[in-house]
């Protein structure tokens, strides 16, 4: 199975500021099914972006998701209040399925 | 709007069975694939299964093949994960998710899963 490795494990920003999450696969996901997930305590996943860069429904311009081959980023551009939890990524384009374990971002 | 409302916490032993179940509604069972998901404590996500949306196949990850089952029930639009020969590990909140095309575009709001003895 591919494994993602996210980087950092946690990141410690100010509102306003810049967040860059990484996701390295294992091998190349050469058709860039790669989707992002904002979780907070005691809620469900929320998606935020598919197919490497496509922001789902109602995510703010703020997100966005670049990369290919195997390198990833989730990129949010100023950081607001609500934005403060873990995030995460998955690979769909191999079977399994595959997620990252998270990078938790923190104020 | 689409809404997956998942069972109530479940406590049980090692060795035993349980099933979960999913209920959806807002949209038809069949346009979308369900998956079920899980995070153990302190863990990141790790797929369970899934069904196809417009037939009964499913497929499982490799920790789940051979003691897991998907099946729907299309009268009441309830999706249900079976789970056998359980062990402290299989101790997680357990999601189901529907996918569209791919990912996880909405999901339920988790079942709590202890396996101790």
């Known amino acids: 199975e591919i494994v993602l490795t996210q980087s950092p494990g946690f990141m410690s920003l100010s509102p306003g500021e810049r967040a860059t999450f990484s996701c390295r696969a294992g091998q190349s996901l050469s058709r860039s099914y790669v989707a992002w997930y904002q979780h907070k305590p005691g809620q469900p996943p929320k998606l935020l972006i598919y197919g490497t860069s496509n922001r789902a429904t109602g995510v703010p311009k703020r997100f966005s998701g670049s990369g290919s081959g195997t390198d990833f980023t989730l990129t949010i551009s100023r950081l607001e209040p609500e934005d403060f939890a873990v995030y995460f990524c998955q690979q769909y384009g191999f079977s399994p399925n595959t997620f990252s374990r998270g990078t938790k971002l923190e104020i | 709007q689409v809404q997956l409302v998942q069972s109530a916490s479940e406590v049980t032993r090692p060795g035993a069975s349980l099933t979960l179940s999913c209920k959806t509604s807002?949209?038809?069972?069949?346009?979308?694939?369900m998956h079920w998901v899980r995070q153990a404590p302190g863990e990141g996500f790790e797929w369970v299964g899934s069904?196809?949306?417009?037939?009964?196949?499913?497929d499982f990850g490799p920790r789940f093949q051979g003691r897991a089952t998907i099946r729907r029930d299309r009268s009441t639009a309830t999706v249900y994960l079976d789970l056998r020969r359980l062990t402290s590990d299989d101790t997680a909140m357990y999601y189901c998710?529907?996918?569209?095309?791919?990912?996880?575009?909405?999901w339920g709001q988790g079942t709590r899963v202890t396996v101790s003895s």
């Open positions: 998710a529907k996918e569209d095309s791919g990912s996880y575009d909405d």
């Open positions: 807002g949209y038809r069972l069949t346009d979308f694939g």
């Open positions: 069904i196809e949306h417009d037939r009964d196949r499913t």
